[in-house]
């Protein structure tokens, strides 16, 4: 059986095929202006990786922030469920899934079958997320692919005070102002993510296993501070943690279809 999930987020669209319980290919595309062409582009792009055409698919269910906005998806479910399941079928033993994306974060208790137990969710601010990181990174003149590594050379990490992207943008800039060392400041960045994170970890409560999933999971600054933080030792996915909410998606298809 062959099935399909996509999740339509705010900067990245990403699909993840299935056939017969495997994942068959993935992609993840920029969202852009257009979920419903974005959604279209990368379907596409998996389909043709995995050799399939869209007439062998047997279901295809949307999730994410543009899920309503595509008309060929047999079916659109929200992003919770979704995580949950995706997580779930990766690594089975999860109870606890972390979820840092570009704009909103979330932690999420599962249990059989990566059913939601309880969850939280913080989309009020951005400050918390990977849209955040990308601002510094550019204000900082770094990539940010290079915002983990170079967090593990600090040795005195700048502590960020404002819990606003905008000021808290401001704080950054006065840091290289003065002097301090990239390194240390983005150190007190990676921290300021991952300490609003506990802070609604804490709130839902974390049982061990735990993953971090999302594009701030490629963060590995963000991840080992998660790990002091929460005393625990996150659990490694053996795909692109962005794909996670796709996943999820397509094994809800793989159950509508059956």
């Known amino acids: 059986m062959i099935v399909a999930g996509f999740d339509v987020g705010t900067l990245t669209t990403k699909a993840v095929v299935l056939n017969d319980g495997s994942i068959a290919s993935y992609d993840i595309i920029p969202t852009e202006a257009k979920p419903e062409g974005a959604a279209k582009v990368v379907m596409e792009n998996a389909l043709s990786k995995a050799g399939i055409s869209f007439t062998d698919l047997g279901f295809c269910v949307a999730t994410g922030w543009g899920r309503k906005k595509v008309g060929f998806a047999n079916k659109d479910m929200g992003e919770i469920p979704c995580l949950g399941k995706g997580a779930?079928?990766?690594?089975?033993?999860?109870?606890?899934?972390?979820?840092?994306?570009?704009?909103?974060?979330?932690?999420?208790?599962i249990g059989k079958n990566g059913n939601v137990l309880d969850y939280g969710t913080n989309d009020k601010c951005a400050s918390g997320t990977g849209k955040f990181l990308g601002v510094i990174a550019e204000a900082l003149e770094l990539g940010i692919d290079d915002l983990g590594p170079l967090s593990l050379q600090s040795k005195n990490p700048v502590s960020i005070s404002n819990q606003c992207a905008v000021f808290a943008e401001s704080e950054v800039i006065s840091?290289?102002?003065?002097?301090?060392?990239?390194?240390?400041?983005?150190?007190?960045?990676?921290?300021?993510?991952?300490?609003?994170?506990?802070?609604?970890?804490?709130?839902?409560?974390?049982?061990?296993?735990?993953?971090?999933?999302?594009?701030?999971?490629?963060?590995?600054?963000v991840v080992k501070d998660l790990?002091?933080?929460?005393?625990?030792?996150?659990?490694?996915?053996?795909?692109?943690?962005?794909?996670?909410?796709?996943?999820?998606?397509?094994?809800?298809?793989?159950?509508?279809?059956?």
Request: net charge neutral.
């Open 88 to 109: 779930y079928r990766l690594i089975p033993s999860l109870c606890t899934v972390i979820d840092i994306g570009a704009q909103t974060s979330s932690v999420i208790r």
């Open 175 to 221: 840091h290289v102002n003065e002097g301090m060392e990239l390194a240390d400041i983005v150190s007190g960045i990676n921290n300021s993510i991952a300490r609003r994170q506990v802070t609604l970890a804490k709130r839902v409560g974390v049982k061990e296993d735990v993953c971090i999933i999302g594009g701030v999971a490629k963060n590995i600054g």
């Open 227 to 258: 790990e002091s933080m929460l005393e625990v030792e996150m659990k490694k996915l053996p795909v692109d943690p962005q794909i996670i909410g796709a996943l999820g998606a397509a094994v809800i298809a793989e159950q509508k279809a059956k």
